[in-house]
Nanobody, 124 residues
Framework: QLQLVESGGGLVQPGGSLRLSCAAS????????IGWFRQAPGKEREGVSC????????NYADSVKGRFTISRDNAKNTVYLQMNSLTPEDTAVYYC?????????????????WGQGTQVTVSS
């Protein structure tokens, strides 16, 4: 069983930055691709970014490309999402999820384990 815990969310002004962390624990935690997803109030959950097991392959939603960077430290079983130039449209609960069948696409159906989420609010 794999457990995922997100942290790093909070309130930030437009144009600011936050770094989210996703700590994985349990069996073979470094064997999973990790994705970040978000859900804004009244909207469906959407994919933000994914990273392969080795970290060599990443993918981003068009809405965050050039602003967000995903990375992982397998020695710490932690995946990070660096978010820069934040806008109010980035306000959402952010979830990390783990997959053993990641194909390169940010497809929620491929992710089996989910964290509880962390709130990100971008507001002045």
């Amino acid at each position: 069983q794999l457990q995922l815990v997100e942290s790093g969310g909070g309130l930030v002004q437009p144009g600011g930055s936050l770094r989210l962390s996703c700590a994985a624990s349990g069996s073979n935690a470094d064997y999973y691709a990790i994705g970040w997803f978000r859900q804004a109030p009244g909207k469906e959950r959407e994919g933000v970014s994914c990273i392969s097991v080795s970290g060599s392959r990443t993918n981003y939603a068009d809405s965050v490309k050039g602003r967000f960077t995903i990375s992982r430290d397998n020695a710490k079983n932690t995946v990070y999402l660096q978010m820069n130039s934040l806008t109010p449209e980035d306000t959402a609960v952010y979830y990390c999820a783990a997959s053993t069948s990641y194909t390169g696409a940010i497809d929620q159906r491929k992710f089996d384990y989910w964290g509880q989420g962390t709130q990100v609010t971008v507001s002045s």
